[in-house]
């Protein structure tokens, strides 16, 4: 058993009691009837109940911080009051018509999204999800174009509050790593694709990577290169949209860049199968031009389901929320990189953070994986769920809903501390 002197934070919702299938019973069927390319997460993988705003409930009735939001899907949190009754209200109206017909939600929802985005981006395209809109929008670039053939950073290149403890020689409005990296993508448009190209797409922070910074001018000038060579330009905002950086509604404008294109899921719904790919008029006719139909997207109730989840950010304050204690949280897991030789990085913006593994600072290898396998399995048996990424699972991704608190956050960063700690001990007793 692990345990923490912190105190998880208290919770008034009071979950159902589960009656369901036994845990045994669940496992069996898991092993017999479903994929086993459908991974689970941890040992003994959880067996969840109930969700309630930042709170994930088990059939035994333990209490989880949710520091992952279903992998970065939950926005404005579990079942959360206005959202869940939008889309009651709508199961007994209409569920479903295809886009042969009109309905009131789609409409009233293409409005209501298109306001938040600057200038063209005014045309919008619903789809179930984030595949699906890239795979749309990387389809619409080469409509459009024509076109079917298909180690640096220093210590002031990111936009967030805490920098990497690698420093630069860099003099005041001067960033080597950023000339490196385009002048990487320079010849990789020189040597690896046609002088004239369909698009280019991009997440403002990297994600399933590790939340994974640019230097702070690097996507400007690859848009730019890109433009050049005739391609469009595509924002993915699957994790990086709806508030979730703080200092902006969209990850594209945290880099002073307007695309041409931009994919819209995960958060866009709240949990509920739904995505979009909003574009400029001119793009869209293009698209016009070809069949291409989608069987459930922008659904009557998707579309009430997303216009609940855009009033409850605005009405909740949560991007201001992500600013301010996305902000905390990064500030105090710094402390943890200063405090421990194994944790190499802390970066992000908002609640949108990576937390990097490493066996020292020196080196910057990966932590071996059972060692990091270990330090979160101890962090989910004291209450706390993160996520796994980049290329060897070496980066805790933290990315809880976006109603989480600086309450929450002192719990999460102690639980955090006291596993980190027990690594050390461990390490020790080698």
């Known amino acids: 058993s692990v345990s923490t002197q912190a105190k998880m934070p208290t919770c008034n919702f009071v979950p159902e009691k589960y009656k369901s299938y036994p845990y045994e019973r669940m496992q069996k ?6 994929s086993p390319s459908l991974r689970m997460y941890y040992q003994k993988p959880l067996l969840l109940h109930q969700g309630h705003m930042q709170w994930l409930v088990d059939y035994e009735g333990q209490r989880y911080l949710d520091l992952f939001a279903g992998i970065v ?7 959360h009051p206005k ?11 209409l569920w479903h018509t295809a886009n042969i017909y009109m ?17 063209p981006l005014k045309v919008v395209y619903l789809t179930n999800s984030g595949s699906e809109a890239n795979d749309l929008a990387m389809f619409m670039s080469r409509l459009y174009t024509h076109v079917f053939r298909g180690p ?14 690698r420093k630069c020689s860099c003099s005041e409005g001067v960033c080597h790593a950023n000339d490196q990296y385009i002048e990487q993508f320079k010849d990789t ?12 797409i991009a997440e403002p922070i990297q994600g399933v990577n590790g939340a994974v910074q640019y230097p702070r001018s690097f996507l400007k000038e690859a848009y730019q290169l890109v433009r050049e060579r005739g391609g469009v330009c595509i924002s993915d905002e699957v994790q990086t949209g709806f508030g979730r950086t703080g200092s902006h509604f969209w990850g594209f404008e945290t880099h002073g860049v307007v695309p041409d294109i931009v994919t819209l899921a995960k958060g866009i719904g709240n949990g509920f199968p739904m995505a979009a790919v909003v574009t400029t008029k001119d793009i869209a006719s293009s698209l016009a031009q070809n069949l291409h139909f989608n069987t459930f997207g922008g659904s009557p109730l998707a579309c009430v389901v997303g216009a609940a989840v855009l009033d409850a950010i605005e009405e909740d304050g949560l991007q201001k929320n992500c600013e ?10 710094a402390k943890l990189r200063d405090e421990f030789e194994v944790v190499g990085d802390v970066r992000g913006k908002g609640l949108m953070i990576g937390v990097e593994m490493v066996t020292d600072k020196d080196s910057r290898h990966p932590l071996p994986a059972e060692e990091i396998s270990q330090i979160w399995e101890d962090c989910k048996d004291m209450g706390v769920l993160i996520g796994r990424g980049g290329l060897y699972s070496q980066t805790f991704r933290i990315k809880p809903p976006m109603c989480i608190n600086k309450k929450d956050v002192d719990f999460a960063v102690e639980v955090l501390r006291t596993a980190l700690q027990r690594h050390m001990e461990r390490a020790a007793a080698k």
């Not at 448009?189 to 698009?199: D, E, H, Q, Y």
């Not at 301010?324 to 897991?333: A, C, F, N, Q, R």
Request: a negative charge; one cysteine or more; charged letters at 15%.
């Open 83 to 93: 959202v869940t009754v939008a889309a009651q209200k709508q199961l007994a109206r």
């Open 73 to 79: 899907t939950v926005s404005v949190g579990h079942c």
């Open 189 to 200: 448009l020189n040597t690896s694709v046609p002088k004239t190209i369909a698009g280019f």
């Open 324 to 333: 301010d204690v996305g902000t905390y949280m990064l500030l105090e897991l």
């Open 152 to 165: 640096w950073g220093g210590s002031h290149c990111r936009d967030s509050p805490v920098q990497t403890v």
């Open 103 to 119: 309905h009131p939600s789609i409409h009233e929802y293409a409005e209501k999204l298109t306001s938040l985005l600057p200038d």
């Open 29 to 34: 069927i898991r092993e017999q009837n479903i």
